[in-house]
């Protein structure tokens, strides 16, 4: 009896430490289970994280891309237009010459190079004119030159125009005088003015009968004299002064 209590205990010993031990290889077996599933789904959500951050990024930068260029586009079609309207200058209206028939400008002239012009064609736009009657000769003429020649470009934008034309370069004949074409090169390059310099042709010679140098006298942007004959020559001021009344600036 008491020996089969003992294979009894035996046999229920062995069969608890084959339960126990069944026991505990399922446990590992979980423990390393789950643990590996616990690695994926970190390995699983670590890649997740990984491409949001990508995408995340990359829809940003195309995005700022995207409107960065769009903006810098329209400011720049923006700044093309305003550049294109700012720098864009109105051209006068063309000069209808009846206006000028019985006018100073109706005179057709010859620049210092030979082209030949209207006097009315450098009153395009302008509000006052100073008509500059001069000759080579005239140590006056060529001394207030540089001084009108400051005036005009002062006032130019302003609509005032001088025009300067030289009295004694052609003789009764229509042909030059010998030298005289050359001086009036070389005292325009001296002086340095900017306004037109022309040469009076034999009709204006004849229909105006100046004698003393330098004469002005000064017209609207129609032609129309607005000012009596003014003989000789003055003071930067004085013309400065003259200009500005009929310019209408005081």
């Given at each position: 009896?008491k020996?089969?209590?003992?294979?009894?205990?035996?046999?229920?010993m062995m069969?608890?430490?084959?339960?126990?031990?069944?026991q505990?290889?399922?446990?590992?077996?979980?423990?390393?289970?789950?643990?590996q599933?616990q690695?994926?789904?970190?390995?699983d959500?670590?890649?997740?994280e990984d491409d949001?951050?990508?995408?995340?990024?990359?829809?940003?930068?195309?995005?700022?891309?995207?409107d960065?260029?769009?903006e810098n586009?329209?400011?720049?079609?923006?700044d093309?237009e305003?550049g294109?309207?700012?720098?864009?200058?109105?051209?006068?209206?063309?000069v209808?010459?009846?206006i000028?028939?019985?006018?100073?400008?109706k005179?057709?002239?010859a620049?210092l190079?030979?082209?030949?012009?209207n006097?009315?064609?450098f009153?395009?736009?302008?509000?006052?004119i100073?008509?500059?009657?001069?000759?080579?000769?005239?140590?006056p003429?060529?001394?207030?030159m540089a001084?009108l020649?400051?005036l005009e470009?002062?006032?130019?934008?302003?609509?005032?125009?001088i025009?300067?034309?030289?009295?004694?370069?052609l003789?009764d004949d229509g042909s030059?005088?010998?030298g005289?074409?050359?001086?009036a090169?070389?005292?325009?390059r001296?002086?340095?003015v900017?306004?037109?310099?022309?040469?009076?042709?034999?009709d204006?010679?004849?229909?105006?009968?100046?004698y003393?140098?330098?004469t002005?006298?000064?017209?609207?942007?129609?032609g129309n004299?607005?000012s009596?004959?003014?003989e000789?020559?003055?003071?930067?001021?004085?013309w400065?002064?003259?200009?500005?009344q009929y310019?209408?600036?005081d």
């Amino acid at each position: 009896m008491k020996k089969k209590l003992v294979v009894l205990l035996s046999v229920l010993m062995m069969v608890g430490c084959v339960c126990g031990c069944g026991q505990n290889a399922n446990d590992d077996s979980w423990d390393e289970s789950d643990l590996q599933a616990q690695e994926d789904s970190q390995d699983d959500d670590s890649e997740y994280e990984d491409d949001s951050r990508y995408v995340d990024f990359n829809e940003y930068d195309d995005g700022s891309e995207y409107d960065d260029d769009s903006e810098n586009a329209d400011d720049s079609e923006y700044d093309e237009e305003d550049g294109a309207e700012d720098s864009g200058e109105e051209e006068p209206e063309p000069v209808d010459p009846a206006i000028y028939a019985d006018t100073l400008l109706k005179y057709s002239v010859a620049d210092l190079d030979g082209n030949t012009h209207n006097l009315y064609d450098f009153a395009a736009g302008k509000k006052v004119i100073m008509l500059n009657y001069w000759g080579t000769f005239c140590g006056p003429c060529v001394q207030e030159m540089a001084d009108l020649g400051d005036l005009e470009r002062k006032y130019k934008d302003q609509g005032f125009e001088i025009i300067g034309v030289t009295m004694d370069m052609l003789q009764d004949d229509g042909s030059y005088y010998d030298g005289v074409l050359d001086e009036a090169k070389d005292i325009v390059r001296d002086t340095e003015v900017s306004y037109p310099i022309v040469i009076a042709g034999l009709d204006l010679l004849n229909d105006l009968n100046i004698y003393d140098f330098p004469t002005t006298i000064f017209v609207d942007g129609e032609g129309n004299q607005i000012s009596d004959r003014m003989e000789g020559a003055r003071p930067a001021e004085d013309w400065e002064s003259v200009i500005r009344q009929y310019m209408e600036l005081d």
